[in-house]
């Protein structure tokens, strides 16, 4: 009988460990990028302590500085039960769910934002794609292909795919939904993970930089008197075709990036039309070289 409880206890405690999401002492990088500059620096987010909030044991988790295309507090205050994750949400007062790990595919959750220069409520729709395994550091995580159906007044269903690990959360934010106004906003924004570590799972990188705190001053743009002001790239957003004015006789080549830097249209010569109806809809950004390879233009581009 003693043995069996012992067991039981264990079997609690095994519990409990594993829905204590975000223990104190938990940190996220990740790498940071500016709207037209190819500067690369990095943010942090650190669970920092326990505390209640609205009567419920919460997590406190802050940030070193603003990420302002995701319209979020300088911090955040989260708390997870039956491996559901809420955080709360200052525009409704409220708490709303963040990751659902128990999600099946074809099913997911719903998150609202606030338009802030409409004031409109929109609604994205977190719909689990598939479901697959993961192994960090020695322990079998699940992760869900996720797409953020973005329900907005302007982009109706703007589609922004991405992947969120167990115990970790989204691999380019944690708090990776945006509201209407964030789809044009120039300022800072994440490119995805770099390092997780938990004082109870270790530590992990992705790998997508040499350490955690790269980083990176651009200093390639070219100044030539036929330079990036002559590029007019339009319409913006796009639905089949983007078209670029200025070319002249220059001799260019493009990258298209999703927004975690992963290439989606590698190096092509750069024409005065540009075919993407292939593309999902989501936000990209569009890279320009000249003939010696100089990045002269960086442009966020939507595809609706």
Aim: hydrophobic share 35%; with cysteine; proline share 3%.
């Amino acid at each position: 009988m003693k043995y069996f409880l012992s067991i039981l206890f264990v079997a609690n405690v095994i519990i409990c460990i594993g829905q204590d999401w975000a223990p104190v002492g938990t940190t996220w990088y990740y790498t940071e990028r500016y709207a037209f500059s190819g500067n690369e620096d990095y943010f942090l987010l650190k669970s920092e302590k326990d505390t209640v909030f609205n009567g419920l044991n919460c997590k406190y988790i802050s940030k070193n500085e603003l990420i302002f295309c995701s319209d979020r507090p300088l911090y955040e205050i989260v708390f997870s039960r039956n491996d559901t994750v809420f955080f709360f949400d200052s525009h409704f007062n409220e708490f709303q769910i963040l990751y659902d790990f128990n999600a099946q595919v074809n099913s997911g959750w719903i998150i609202k934002t606030v338009d802030n220069i409409n004031s409109n409520i929109d609604t994205i729709f977190v719909k689990v794609d598939s479901i697959s395994n993961v192994l960090i550091n020695g322990q079998v995580l699940k992760k869900f292909h996720v797409t953020y159906h973005c329900y907005f007044e302007q982009f109706y269903d703007m589609q922004l795919p991405s992947e969120i690990i167990e115990k970790i959360g989204d691999i380019n934010y944690l708090f990776n939904f945006y509201p209407q106004d964030a789809m044009t906003c120039d300022a800072n924004y994440s490119s995805g993970l770099r390092c997780y570590y938990d004082p109870i799972f270790g530590n992990y990188e992705t790998g997508i930089v040499d350490s955690c705190n790269y980083t990176h001053i651009w200093v390639g743009i070219n100044k030539s008197p036929e330079n990036d002001q002559n590029l007019i790239i339009y319409p913006n957003p796009a639905k089949s075709n983007i078209n670029i004015s200025g070319i002249n006789h220059l001799k260019l080549s493009y990258t298209i990036t999703n927004l975690m830097n992963e290439k989606i249209i590698n190096k092509r010569e750069l024409k005065e039309s540009i075919n993407i109806e292939n593309l999902q809809k989501g936000i990209y950004l569009f890279y320009i070289y000249d003939e010696q390879n100089i990045l002269i233009k960086i442009e966020k581009i939507i595809k609706i």
